[in-house]
């Protein structure tokens, strides 16, 4: 369904425009997923790391700091131990080193 809205406050006029998808069938109980914009920024740390991923940053073993720097640049402010969780738990990254010196690298490329 599209929206359109027309705001007016303190004399000054606000205009949109919204699309509108069905979360729920009326008088059911089976609820639809609202189905996800691919090209929505993730919000969290597994997230990020599948978007390195996905642009090849992990084809080079990287530190854990340097992880965060890269999330950095690009404006998220996960913390290290988030971080940390995020890259052990990809099935797709070889973690090396040791304990507070590992390093992550990719094991095979990601599909384009």
Same mark, same amino acid.
């Given at each position: 369904?599209?929206?359109?809205?027309?705001?007016?406050?303190?004399?000054?006029?606000? #205009?949109?425009?919204?699309?509108?998808?069905?979360? $729920?069938?009326?008088? &059911?109980?089976?609820?639809?997923? *609202?189905? =996800? !914009?691919?090209?929505?920024?993730?919000?969290?740390?597994?997230?990020?790391?599948?978007?390195?991923?996905?642009?090849?940053?992990?084809?080079? #073993?990287?530190?854990?700091?340097?992880?965060?720097? $890269?999330?950095?640049? &690009?404006?998220?402010?996960?913390? *290290?131990? =988030? !971080?940390?969780?995020?890259?052990?738990?990809?099935?797709?990254?070889?973690?090396?080193?040791?304990?507070?010196?590992?390093?992550?690298?990719?094991?095979?490329?990601?599909?384009?």
């Amino acid at each position: 369904m599209h929206v359109q809205i027309r705001i007016t406050q303190d004399g000054k006029i606000f #205009e949109g425009e919204a699309t509108l998808a069905e979360v $729920q069938a009326y008088g &059911g109980s089976s609820r639809k997923k *609202a189905e =996800s !914009v691919k090209n929505e920024r993730p919000t969290k740390p597994a997230g990020a790391v599948d978007s390195l991923y996905s642009e090849g940053y992990f084809a080079a #073993e990287r530190a854990l700091v340097d992880v965060r720097g $890269q999330l950095q640049q &690009g404006g998220y402010n996960f913390g *290290a131990p =988030s !971080v940390l969780m995020a890259l052990r738990s990809k099935n797709y990254l070889q973690r090396r080193g040791n304990k507070g010196s590992y390093r992550f690298v990719q094991k095979y490329p990601p599909t384009p």
